[in-house]
């Protein structure tokens, strides 16, 4: 499960917003009374998913949405680079 790189929260899952626009029919019907009703959407692309934990854009494409949630946490180096920059303290 990868970390978001923003708040570094674990991710299960991410979020994505559709910005659609919505038109409705306002007209009287035949007691006179205002009626209105949907009667289409147009929903646009979107190419933002949002971290579901502080709701920042951390993926602007698919592929990035899928390496987001496979990837291991980078941001902890692994021990063999740990050894490299700190060598053991050797008392000779
Ligand atoms: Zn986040």
């Given at each position: 499960?990868?970390?978001?790189?923003?708040?570094?929260?674990?991710?299960?899952?991410?979020?994505?917003?559709?910005?659609?626009?919505?038109?409705?029919?306002?007209?009287?019907?035949?007691?006179?009374?205002?009626?209105?009703?949907?009667?289409?959407?147009?929903?646009?692309?979107?190419?933002?998913?949002?971290?579901?934990?502080?709701?920042?854009?951390?993926?602007t494409?698919?592929?990035?949405?899928?390496?987001?949630?496979?990837?291991?946490?980078?941001?902890?180096?692994?021990?063999?680079?740990?050894?490299?920059v700190?060598?053991?303290?050797?008392?000779?």
């Amino acid at each position: 499960m990868g970390k978001c790189p923003k708040c570094g929260e674990e991710l299960d899952s991410l979020n994505q917003i559709c910005e659609a626009s919505v038109f409705y029919r306002w007209y009287l019907n035949k007691e006179g009374k205002m009626m209105s009703e949907m009667v289409e959407t147009d929903p646009q692309e979107s190419t933002e998913w949002l971290c579901p934990h502080c709701n920042e854009v951390i993926a602007t494409n698919e592929e990035q949405v899928e390496q987001l949630l496979q990837s291991k946490d980078k941001g902890i180096p692994d021990l063999e680079t740990i050894k490299e920059v700190y060598p053991p303290y050797q008392d000779d």
